[in-house]
């Protein structure tokens, strides 16, 4: 089973021949990401964070320690307050209308059960110990955004965080437009890498900095050093946990897939702007060569692109920045649309099957 987080609630689908929707959750409420371990489910809105032990079919609010100070308007385009939507009863549970931090994603800890982080608009992050019960934020990433005045394009906040990569103790963070964070205690402290000043100027820097730009991270399970960014100035590489950074592809991105047995092996989705031209490409040689990828798919695609890549077993889901849901083998590239009666995709996410 997997559980697709979209604008309009969680739906969950299984594969038999096709395809199907098995039941939907959280209807009404904008969906931006979903987290699931075992049977627990971790959903993430503008509206905070709501959560359900028992495989999605009810819902609790799990807003507790989720609180930011007010951060000032910044370097983006003004965009209308939002007052969130009314959710009504999800299988007896009413969920009220709310005005909690606004998730841009999250994820969990691989090696230490209940450790779950959301990172969030404007950019922080959140930290909880319980599963998600209750949440502490970490002050040095909010002190980072404001002594280096992060912000967003397309909204009046400062910046978001909307990507972690983990491996062992270590841990990254992506930030939009801010930089890379890292940090090597479980989390309990975050800090800029090396590679990254911090400086949100969509100009640069130059190599061996990483641009400010960073949408999605991905460390190898081979080292805690070996990490792929993409971002807005093109997808780059570090092998040195984020001191230095090579940029192994001039372009606009969101979303890299890095071969768990070969780093070598990576399928990138460019574009040549924001949402302009995009396509899936490959690479076998660590970068130094790419080749299409989208065997299936009419591309480029004029007014969108890949927004996220989700490994879940042998198969790869591509989730477009229109909405729409792809699905390859990764055994051979061919990839297909997927539940079109699905809308406006934002994550997608496995359900572990129920250990009896």
Request: proline share 7%; charged share 20%; hydrophobic share 35%.
């Amino acid at each position: 089973m997997i559980c697709l987080a979209t604008d309009n609630g969680l739906a969950f689908c299984e594969r038999n021949k096709d395809w199907q929707i098995v039941r939907r959750g959280l209807e009404g409420q904008r969906v931006t990401s979903v987290s699931a371990r075992e049977s627990l489910i971790l959903a993430g809105t503008p509206n905070g964070v709501f959560r359900s032990e028992d495989e999605g079919r009810t819902w609790v609010e799990a807003h507790a320690g989720l609180s930011q100070r007010h951060v000032p308007h910044q370097h983006g385009v003004h965009v209308p307050h939002q007052h969130g939507v009314h959710v009504p009863h999800q299988h007896g549970v009413h969920v009220p209308h709310q005005h909690g931090v606004h998730i841009r994603w999250m994820a969990y800890q691989p090696d230490i059960p209940d450790l779950t982080f959301a990172g969030t608009e404007p950019a922080a992050i959140f930290i909880s110990r319980d599963g998600g019960k209750s949440w502490k934020e970490c002050p040095e990433v909010a002190r980072l955004r404001d002594e280096h005045g992060w912000f967003l394009p397309y909204s009046p906040a400062a910046g978001c965080v909307r990507g972690f990569a983990f491996h062992g103790e270590r841990g990254y963070a992506a930030v939009e437009v801010g930089g890379v964070l890292r940090s090597d205690d479980n989390s309990a402290s975050w800090q800029l890498v090396d590679g990254s000043d911090g400086d949100p100027s969509l100009g640069g820097p130059p190599e061996p900095f990483i641009y400010p730009d960073v949408h999605s991270l991905h460390v190898h399970p081979s080292s805690p050093d070996l990490v792929d960014a993409a971002t807005g100035g093109g997808f780059y590489r570090s092998s040195d946990g984020g001191k230095t950074w090579a940029l192994l592809y001039d372009c606009y991105c969101r979303a890299v897939w890095t071969d768990p047995a070969d780093p070598a092996h990576l399928i990138l989705g460019p574009a040549d702007g924001v949402a302009s031209n995009g396509r899936i490409e490959e690479t076998r040689d660590g970068g130094l060569t790419w080749k299409s990828a989208s065997t299936g798919l009419d591309v480029p695609w004029r007014r969108h692109m890949v927004e996220r890549f989700t490994q879940i077993g042998s198969e790869l889901f591509a989730v477009l920045s229109n909405g729409e849901l792809l699905w390859s083998d990764l055994s051979a590239l061919k990839w297909q649309s997927i539940l079109p009666d699905v809308k406006k995709v934002n994550a997608v996410a496995a359900i572990p099957k129920r250990r009896d």
